[in-house]
């Protein structure tokens, strides 16, 4: 009566005649029940046996239980296991059926609220940083590119953040729901790559023992992003040049090919002219993959960039460390701003990983950062003087110049303003309103605390 019911109010049901067929039927279901009612009371089993199981499978489905036995201990116990609720026999059809719209309508909201946060914190994770020029370019031309779908090539120095840049587009793209898997070429052997790729199917080969939806597929609806894509060996190029021709894949030992919507980026820190000339890299696929060009700056191109990066570094890395690390010293940053890093991005992120580790303070200092790094604390401030070929911001660049010589004035003289005031050959007034424009004075001080 009650599949009846629920059919009829427009919902897919899957019946169960008993506890045991109840359990079956969660574990093997494609997708988590939104919403179950069981008996509470059956002969091979309990309801809070099937409560247990729903939950154990996805937390956020609703489990009503119904019982003849309407007793308060039947009822606390139902609901401290996280029932959705209660119901006694007898009970009204359209009450029941009222209670599972509610219940389906709570699991909806649940999800979608796991949904927008997981969203949420891998916009967050994955957030390109950067107020240079250089980067604002880049950065203003992802944006633009995000709602496209035409394939984009990402290339750069290793350590730049390409991979961050693709899942920024598709974060910000309208397939942002779907799935973004990145497949590294140059890791995946060459044997096993097209089956990765494209798929298999059952028997192809020696070893398909089941069958492989492979990647594209698994990403339909989605982005793939082919990492160091100009280490595909050329037999495999010809196969994706095909994939992104006519939008759909053939897996091994399939006789037909399926399609597939899913949008490509490709990245790569190779000189990819210079791979098409020589042969190594096919002409054809390279201009279906170039369609859109970002190329990201190495970090020694954006060094008004870093200090922004270090302190993003360095509240992921105290929250994850449970430390009470909040910023640099002067001169620790002065290091940290003086070094080239070969390794871009990447070696910033480390070298600050390592250097909360190690601080004892809540301030990042010399002693705290490698070898490499802390020997350029002494190097004169020459790097603000010169111009990256990227272009920089100006005001950007004078106003870090300005932070960073009131931090060390007050640094010098223990904190006294005065003091800091005549150091830097200002006013008590003015250092009090360049502090404040640099967020770092209280609101509160007053106009004549010369402290």
């Avoid at 399939?254 to 820190?269: G, K, M, S």
């Amino acid at each position: 009566m009650l599949e009846i019911l629920f059919r009829r109010e427009g919902y897919s049901v899957v019946s169960a005649p008993g506890c045991k067929a109840a359990l079956d039927a969660i574990a093997s279901a494609p997708q988590p029940f939104p919403a179950i009612v069981s008996d509470l009371s059956m002969p091979d089993g309990s309801g809070l046996d099937v409560l247990a199981a729903a939950k154990g499978r996805n937390a956020s489905t609703e489990v009503i239980l119904v019982t003849a036995h309407s007793t308060i201990e039947n009822a606390l116990a139902a609901m401290r296991s996280g029932a959705y609720d209660f119901v006694a026999k007898p009970f009204e059809a359209a009450e029941l059926a009222a209670l599972v719209g509610k219940a389906i309508e709570k699991q909806a909201i649940v999800v979608e609220n796991q949904r927008l946060k997981a969203q949420i914190s891998r916009i967050s994770s994955t957030e390109v940083l950067g107020k240079s020029l250089a980067m604002r370019k880049v950065l203003e031309l992802a944006t633009r590119i995000a709602a496209a779908k035409t394939t984009v090539l990402i290339t750069g120095e290793s350590g730049t953040g390409k991979e961050r840049v693709a899942r920024a587009i598709h974060d910000r793209s309208e397939r942002a729901a779907g799935p973004f898997l990145v497949v590294n070429c140059g890791a995946l052997p060459e044997a096993l790559m097209e089956s990765e790729l494209f798929g298999h199917e059952k028997g192809a080969f020696t070893g398909a023992s089941s069958k492989n939806l492979g990647i594209f597929r698994e990403a339909d609806g989605g982005t793939v992003l082919l990492d160091e894509v100009g280490e595909l060996p050329l037999s495999l190029q010809v196969k994706l040049l095909r994939v992104l021709q006519e939008r759909s894949v053939r897996p091994v030992g399939a006789a037909q090919e399926i399609p597939v919507d899913v949008r490509v980026l490709a990245a790569t820190n190779r000189d990819v002219e210079a791979d098409v000339a020589s042969g190594k890299f096919r002409q054809d696929l390279y201009y279906r993959l170039n369609v859109i060009r970002l190329t990201l700056p190495p970090l020694r191109d954006r060094l008004e960039d870093i200090p922004l990066l270090a302190e993003r570094f360095i509240q992921r890395f105290a929250a994850e460390m449970g430390k009470e690390v909040v910023g640099f010293t002067p001169d620790g940053l002065r290091a940290l701003t003086a070094y080239r890093y070969p390794g871009n991005v990447r070696e910033l992120e480390n070298v600050i990983e390592r250097a909360v580790a190690l601080s004892g303070s809540r301030v990042i200092g010399l002693g705290d950062l490698p070898e490499s790094i802390s020997g350029h604390a002494s190097a004169p401030a020459q790097s603000l003087l010169d111009l990256p070929p990227g272009g920089l911001n100006l005001d950007d660049v004078l106003n870090e110049a300005e932070r960073r010589l009131l931090l060390a004035a007050l640094e010098r003289t223990g904190g006294v303003r005065k003091r800091a005031a005549e150091l830097l050959g200002v006013t008590f007034r003015s250092l009090r309103y360049r502090l404040q424009k640099q967020g770092l004075s209280d609101d509160e001080d007053s106009e004549g605390d010369e402290r």
